[in-house]
């Protein structure tokens, strides 16, 4: 299928006109491999977004916005570290829209550690808006902004293979957010989903998997990386030793439920995390300050956020996203 004939059938799909027996079997045309075209990942992305509740931001602000998200699946059991790094650009001065939900393949999702630490995951639409505009950050709590996949989902997890739908929730923010450093399970997908986004209108950003197989980058090995610069894709790898960073295991970054993430989260932005947890969020946060024009390069970026966490910046921005949060209805 090329891109209008993919959206077509993404259409018939998200309103329902398919029998759960032509979902499952449509589903399964769509396993997820080296073989899974851009076309489609790029058609069902932009058809699940636009079936999604949108979350309005004001004019002046949508071109600012930036998300720090990846697919999961990675299963390494790292802790929350774009949680952490979201709110850390927040202190940083981004406004970070981000969109997540429930732990599906790890112990703590976005949400479970974003509510444990008392950001509020019933905020209205309007409130959610208003959350962004005074802090910079905001949670879209993906189930209440995809009210489609209410039928989807029960066929999508009778089936054991990966299918499109593993990689789509980072490419469908509620909020039309086109900067991203977005994450995924394996390094063959990073130029994939970079052409998708550039399909989609996007203009600035990085996708990332590091060797080691996070979705994230990684402080244990090399990360692959796909940059989109004005729509053009550039592809290369990060090598945080490059920039001062040192190597560590992944048991240095190793996470547990929400509640140790939780405590994880705020320790780093607190300047209590040990060096690996801390540095790891670092050189994710130094990235993304890239893509959003904050800093010229990674080690700018890095100078920014390590200042950010040393000023109690960091922290002072946490302790207004959960006061603001609790304030509004």
Known sequence: MN?????????????????????????????????????????????????????????????????????????????????????LLASCGCYVAKHGNRSITSKSGSADVLEKIGVRLDLSLESSAKLLEETGFTFMFAQNHHPAMKFIMPIRKSIDEKTVFNVLGPLTNPAGVEKFLLGVFDKVFVPKIAEALVLNGVKDSIVVSSRDGMDEISI???????????????????????????????????????????????????????????????????TALVVDGMARDIQDGLEIAREAILSSKAKAKLAQIIKVSASLS
């Open 3 to 87: 891109y209008s004939e993919a959206k077509i059938e993404f259409e018939r799909l998200f309103n329902h006109e398919l029998s759960d027996q032509q979902m499952r079997e449509f589903l399964l045309s769509l396993k997820l491999d080296s073989s899974t075209s851009v076309e489609s990942i790029a058609a069902a992305a932009s058809v699940m977004r636009s079936h999604s509740i949108a979350l309005n931001v004001a004019k002046e602000l949508k071109p600012k916005l930036i998300d720090v998200v990846g697919t999961g699946g990675d299963k390494s059991g790292s802790f929350n570290i774009s949680s952490t790094t979201s709110i």
């Open 220 to 286: 244990n090995d090399i990360t692959y990386s796909s940059s989109i610069k004005d729509g053009v894709i550039t592809h290369s790898e990060i090598e945080p030793l490059n920039f001062g960073i040192k190597r560590a295991p992944f048991e240095a970054i190793l996470g547990g439920d929400a509640l140790v993430n939780a405590k994880i989260l705020t320790n780093v932005l607190e300047a209590k995390g040990e060096d690996a947890q801390r540095d790891v969020v670092l050189i994710n946060a130094a």
